[in-house]
């Protein structure tokens, strides 16, 4: 199933852990709308925008798989409202920062990022399709978050 021109529900259900652990990934009509939100708002534009193919990393987990790869049940993840993704030559920064100013989301973060190495990390996006989004930015290093995006 298409969610938006470039991206697939397969994409965005596939993992590893699930098929490893044999935990249902299969998400419900309501997770797949929030999907499709997400492709639009933040994925296909991203593609659009960069003109990069790309597969993000993750998309929706369940809540058995949340809690499987050590996440949190109520992660924006198991609500189908959230992605993980990087662009090949691309700086995570640089696209982090373009997401920041070019489109609406709820929480945008900068994973594992070390200056110096653009391809360093991942970016971590939501959108919620009901509005409310915070255009909350942060960064994360692996062990606290920090407001804002920092290089």
């Keep these: 199933m298409k969610l938006s021109p470039n991206f697939s529900l397969n994409e965005l259900t596939k993992s590893q852990t699930a098929i490893r652990n044999h ?15 997400l492709c639009k708002a933040i994925l296909q534009p991203v593609r659009d925008h960069f003109g990069i193919p790309f597969t993000p990393s993750s998309g929706y987990r369940s809540a058995e798989l949340c809690e499987a790869i050590g996440s949190n049940k109520r992660s924006q993840h198991a609500k189908g409202q959230a992605a993980d993704f990087e ?28 200056s110096g ?32 995006l920092i290089r």
Excluded: M
Excluded at 23 to 37: G, R, S
Excluded at 88 to 114: H, P, S, V
């Design 117 to 148: 190495d653009p391809s360093s990390g991942w970016v971590h996006c939501s959108f919620k399709d009901k509005g409310n989004n915070r255009y909350e930015c942060l960064t994360f290093n692996g062990k606290e978050y920090k407001k804002g």
């Design 23 to 37: 935990i249902d990934n299969t998400p419900t009509d309501a997770h797949i709308d929030a999907l499709q939100a």
């Design 87 to 114: 662009l090949a030559g691309i700086d995570n920064y640089d696209l982090a920062c373009w997401i920041r100013d070019n489109l609406t989301f709820d929480q945008l973060i900068l994973e594992y990022y070390k």
